[in-house]
């Protein structure tokens, strides 16, 4: 069974990396994604951006067979099933808007939209439309988060208390004659949906949502580290979106409130194992994570320092962590959840990552920044799609 895909985005790094080649392309490597009757659905990508050239060179190397720069004649074609959107955070919805409409399909990368009045809108129009709908959370599919995900099911921890997140490294400005940026400009730019909180708060919502309890309040604080960087032209400009953000969030546990802490930069230098690591503590053991390997330290390996600054310190904190093993069925993050959404459309099998899911990451951004403005805490109230819709609607008028 092919499956057309309409791929819009695919000439950055993110799109043409992890979704095409590590995703898409490895599927059609491995003869499709198999169903349960047997079948199997084979991905027809049809390649789509603003360089017929580009697209074309990707296009040859991967062993793909059509591009096109017109979007809406992509969308009219029926032999395309599915639009998949990786462009800029400041187009998104409108592509979307237009691929709802035309009756496809939409799986795309967060954040869903730059407002939540937009996400929302996304939302009720997808369902008013009856099509499928999903959102990019790759790190619930990551080795490290799912080893954390097993520890806590399995009741590993006790009680968590406390959950502290660290992501980010240091981000080139892009000055001449000095190592080129690994992110491009408009990251950096508020008007063209930039900002570490809009970023990386979606990441951070379904994270924290899935593997340790609902997040109900946030704290934040936002910073611009570096005011002025070099585009890829190499034209200064003064960045406009916050590049680091410093937050505390309440989640709702299983045996009470835990306080989770994420530090997020683009302004950092990595002294640690792993860009993001993760360090759960509860009351009968912890755990230290990143993005694939994951270690665990038990109540009874837990070793009794004393204070004592006088003196060198003879514990050897390290030697008592042990590693938690791979499983065998550890996939690209990206790839596993394509699988999962290519299953979705084709045989209607489960897909809970869907736009309600984008829309809660956009709202904790939004939350964030509001925390942020005003100096303070903020509930995190539960999203009620069609009520929020219909109020954030009559706001717009």
């Keep these: ?78 032999a395309n099933a599915i639009y998949f959107d990786v462009t800029l955070t400041s187009l998104r919805a409108d592509h979307v808007r237009r691929a709802i409409a035309a009756g496809k399909h939409v799986y795309c990368e967060k954040p869903l939209a730059p ?13 008013r439309r009856g099509v499928k709908h999903g959102i990019v959370q790759d790190k619930l ?16 921890f006790g009680r968590i208390v406390s959950v502290r997140g660290e992501f980010g490294y240091w981000v080139f400005e892009g ?21 570490i909180i809009l970023d990386m708060f979606a990441h951070w919502r379904y994270l924290l949502d899935h593997t340790f309890g609902a997040v109900t309040a946030v704290q934040c604080t ?3 580290h570096i005011p002025e960087r070099v585009d890829e032209r190499g034209r200064r400009y003064a960045a406009t979106a916050d590049d680091a953000a410093y937050a505390t969030f309440v989640l709702a546990g299983r045996e009470g409130e835990i306080v989770a802490q994420f530090n997020s930069s683009w302004a950092v ?5 792993d860009l993001l690591q993760i360090q759960v503590d509860g009351t009968l053991g912890s755990a230290v994570a990143g993005l694939r390997g994951c270690k665990t330290q038990s109540r009874a390996d837990t070793p009794r320092p004393v204070w004592n600054p006088d003196v060198p310190n003879a514990v050897d904190f390290y030697g008592s962590w042990r590693e938690v093993p791979d499983t065998a069925d550890a996939d690209n993050a990206f790839k596993a959840q394509w699988e999962l959404f290519l299953r979705h459309v084709a045989a209607d099998e489960p897909f809970p990552h869907d736009f309600v899911e ?12 509001r925390s942020w403005k005003e100096r303070c805490w903020v509930d995190v109230p ?8 219909a109020h954030h609607s009559a706001a717009a008028r």
């Design 175 to 195: 000055d001449p004659g000095g190592p080129t940026p690994q992110r491009p400009s408009w990251n950096y730019k508020q008007q063209e949906g930039g900002g």
């Design 269 to 273: 230098r990595v002294y640690r194992d």
């Design 141 to 156: 599919f990551l080795p490290g988060i799912r080893k954390l995900k097993r520890l806590a099911d399995d009741g590993f």
């Design 1 to 78: 069974m092919n499956i057309g895909i309409i791929m819009n985005g695919v000439t950055g790094r993110m799109g043409l990396n992890q979704h095409l080649v590590r995703s898409i392309v490895a599927i059609r490597q491995q003869g499709g994604v198999s169903l349960r009757d047997g079948a199997r659905v084979l991905p027809d990508p049809i390649l789509v951006g603003r360089s017929e050239a580009k697209l074309r060179e990707i296009a040859r190397a991967h062993g793909i067979e059509r591009v096109s720069t017109d979007l809406d004649a992509c969308l009219a074609d029926p």
């Design 358 to 369: 984008g829309a809660k990451g956009v709202q904790l951004a939004e939350l964030g920044l």
């Design 222 to 224: 936002g910073v611009t």
């Design 115 to 127: 407002t939540l009045a937009e996400a929302l809108d996304l939302v009720e129009r997808a369902r």
């Design 382 to 389: 539960p999203l009620n799609v069609r009520t929020d819709a």
